[in-house]
C-alpha cells in the first residue's frame, strides 16, 4: 500500500446561477428579435405603398376586366420567366453552382425588394444575402453582383441595336432621338460624375484601397467565368433573353387591349424606353420608365389612353400581382434563414 498522498480531486464545475441563465436568453434574444423583424418588415412597407398606391392599382384593374384574357396569360407566362431568366443570370456571375429552386426562389423574392427600395437596392440586399447564405465570401458576392449589373446594360443594348438592324422599316425614330441640347446636358452630367468619382480616389486613399482590392477580386473572377462555356451562355444569354421577355409583357399586355402597334415597335419602345431611362434610381424603374415608354408608344402611333393603359396593365402583371406572394416568399426565406 503507498504512502503516498492522494491527488486532490478535480473541483466541480460550478452551476449556473440565477443571473447567468437571464443573461443567456437576453443575448439570443435579439437575433431572434431581428429575425421577426426582418420577417414582417417587408409585409409593413408593401401595405403602406398598396395604400398610398391604390389608385394606380384600382385604375388598372379595372381597365384590364375588358382586355382579352388569353393574351393577359401570354404576359403573365413572360412575366414568370423573368424571375427564371434572372436566377440565369445570377448563376453565370458567379463560379459556383447554386441551388437551382432556391436560386429562383430567392430571385422572386427579391423581385419583391427590388420594387420598395430604388436603383435595385433591394434586389441586390436579397441576392447577396443568399450568396453569403451559399458560403460564398463577401467580397466575391459583391463582385458578382457588379458584374451582374455591368452586363444587364451592355447585352440590353446589344439586343436594341439587332432589332434596329434586324427591322429598320418597322421602327421610325423620329421623335424618338433627342436633340444637340438635351445630348450636350447628358453628356456634362456623365462626365462631372466620372470626374467626380477620380477625384475621390485620387484623394481618399482607404477608398482608393478598397476600390482597387474590390476591383481585383472583380476581375478575378470575371476571367475565371468567361473560362466556363456554361457560365458565359447563362450570363450573357440569360442578360440577352431577360429583356425581351419583359418586352413580350409589354406586347401582350397592348395586343390584348388592342393597341395597334407591331410586337417590334412595342418591344423596341420598351428597350429603348427602359434603356434611356433606366438608370434613373426609382423603385424597379415605376415612373421614370413608365413615362418613357407611353411617350415611345405615342410617337410610333398609338393614342395616349391605349398607351397608358398597356403601361399600366404591364405593371399589374409584372409588380402587384406577384408582390403579395413575392413578399411572402421572401418573409419565407428570412424565416429559415435562407437569407
Not at 286 to 311: E, K, R, S, Y
Amino acid at each position: 500500500m503507498s504512502l503516498l498522498p492522494l491527488p486532490a480531486p478535480a473541483p466541480a464545475a460550478p452551476l449556473p446561477t440565477a443571473a447567468a441563465a437571464p443573461a443567456r436568453r437576453y443575448s439570443a434574444s435579439p437575433a431572434r428579435l431581428a429575425r421577426h423583424v426582418l420577417t414582417v418588415l417587408p409585409l409593413v412597407l408593401i401595405g403602406v405603398w398598396m395604400a398610398a398606391d391604390w389608385r394606380g392599382l384600382y385604375a388598372g384593374a379595372s381597365r384590364l376586366t375588358s382586355a382579352d384574357p388569353w393574351w393577359l396569360l401570354a404576359g403573365l407566362g413572360f412575366a414568370c420567366l423573368t424571375w427564371v431568366a434572372a436566377a440565369v443570370v445570377r448563376q453565370g456571375a458567379i463560379p459556383e453552382r447554386l441551388p437551382p429552386l432556391l436560386l429562383v426562389a430567392s430571385q422572386f423574392a427579391a423581385g419583391a425588394a427590388n420594387h420598395v427600395l430604388p436603383a435595385s437596392i433591394g434586389a441586390h440586399a436579397v441576392t447577396l444575402r443568399f450568396l453569403q447564405g451559399q458560403g460564398i465570401p463577401l467580397p466575391r458576392a459583391a463582385a458578382s453582383l457588379a458584374l451582374y449589373s455591368l452586363v444587364k446594360p451592355i447585352a440590353k443594348t446589344f439586343v436594341l441595336l439587332a432589332l434596329l438592324l434586324a427591322a429598320p422599316e418597322l421602327i421610325r425614330l423620329e421623335g424618338l432621338v433627342p436633340d444637340g441640347g438635351t445630348l450636350l446636358m447628358v453628356a456634362v452630367g456623365v462626365a462631372t460624375v466620372l470626374a467626380t468619382l477620380a477625384l475621390l480616389l485620387a484623394t481618399v486613399r482607404p477608398l482608393r484601397r478598397g476600390c482597387l482590392g474590390f476591383l481585383h477580386t472583380a476581375l478575378t473572377d470575371a476571367r475565371l467565368l468567361h473560362t466556363m462555356p456554361s457560365r458565359v451562355l447563362a450570363l450573357w444569354g440569360g442578360a440577352a433573353v431577360t429583356p425581351l421577355l419583359q418586352a413580350g409583357v409589354v406586347a401582350s399586355v397592348g395586343a390584348s387591349l388592342g393597341l395597334p402597334l407591331s410586337w417590334a415597335q412595342m418591344v423596341f419602345a420598351f428597350l429603348a424606353a427602359s434603356t434611356a431611362v433606366g438608370a434613373v434610381p426609382a423603385p424597379g424603374g415605376i415612373g421614370p420608365v413608365d413615362a418613357a415608354l407611353v411617350f415611345t408608344m405615342v410617337a410610333f402611333g398609338a393614342a395616349l389612353a391605349p398607351a397608358t393603359a398597356t403601361v399600366i396593365g404591364y405593371r399589374v402583371l409584372t409588380v402587384w400581382l406577384p408582390l403579395i406572394p413575392g413578399v411572402l416568399m421572401l418573409s419565407a426565406l428570412v424565416h429559415r434563414k435562407v437569407l
